[in-house]
């Protein structure tokens, strides 16, 4: 299947830092995907990324498409404890596949 | 938002018996369905695409006899662990994607134990 990385793997930030997880495919992505899994629970979709250079924004949390199609960002200012959990970029088409994900822990 | 039912969320099974798990979409039709397996700490590996009416697409290195897929309706999907054994536990997920936005809807997973 097609392969996408996370960096970082995990992430600790202190209460109120900010958060940054990216995402990297080695060939060009038609769309992608971000979702959230709370600890012990399913993924939940956050949002879908379509156009090059996109920029979209979610309160806290913003994603970015890079301009080659082939790489995305998700970035949350202030983070919360609500924010805890693991985040994963999924390319689509006839399958999705995620991608390793990031575990962020964030310390009150 | 849409909803995906997934059941059982737990078993616990000797090893040799199968365990099926079902699937479903409850307010919306699915003609696709993916069936995927997350170990602790780890990503959702993609298992299978389940195809209404049709035979399910496995990933590579996913045995088609061991686990079993059947899409008999628009918002039923069924995965059978065949003769299961203890490294066949793991946390099994269902997805159904909805056609008009392409998000995807997770049902609350099945946490398989193998004795």
């Known amino acids: 299947g097609q392969q996408v990385m996370q960096i970082p793997q995990y992430q600790h930030v202190q209460e109120g830092e900010d958060f940054t997880t990216y995402c990297n495919s080695s060939?060009?992505?038609?769309?992608i995907q971000w979702y959230k899994q709370r600890p012990g629970g399913h993924p939940v979709f956050l949002i879908q990324?379509?156009?090059?250079?996109e920029v979209k924004k979610q309160k806290r949390l913003t994603f970015q498409f890079g301009e080659a199609k082939k790489n995305s960002s998700l970035h949350i200012t202030a983070t919360q404890t609500t924010d805890v959990g693991t985040y994963f970029c999924?390319?689509?088409?006839?399958?999705?596949?995620f991608g390793t994900g990031t575990s962020l822990t964030v310390i009150p | 938002g849409a909803v995906v039912s997934q059941h059982p969320s737990r078993v616990i099974c000797k090893s040799g018996t199968s365990v099926k798990i079902e699937c479903r979409s409850l307010?919306?039709?699915?003609?696709?369905m993916f069936w995927y397996r997350q170990f602790p700490k780890q990503s959702l590996m993609l298992m299978a695409t389940?195809?209404?009416?049709?035979?399910?697409?496995?990933e590579q290195g996913v045995e088609k006899d061991k686990f079993l897929i059947n899409h008999a309706s628009l918002t039923l999907s069924t995965l059978t662990v065949t003769s299961a054994h203890p490294e066949d536990s793991s946390f099994y997920i269902c997805?159904?994607?909805?056609?008009?936005?392409?998000?995807?809807?997770f049902g609350e997973g099945s946490r398989l134990t193998v004795l």
């Open positions: 389940s195809n209404e009416g049709s035979k399910a697409t496995y």
């Open positions: 997805s159904a994607r909805l056609l008009n936005t392409g998000e995807l809807f």
């Open positions: 307010d919306f039709q699915a003609t696709t």
């Open positions: 999924a390319v689509t088409g006839n399958q999705f596949y």
């Open positions: 060939t060009t992505l038609s769309n």
């Open positions: 990324l379509v156009k090059s250079g």
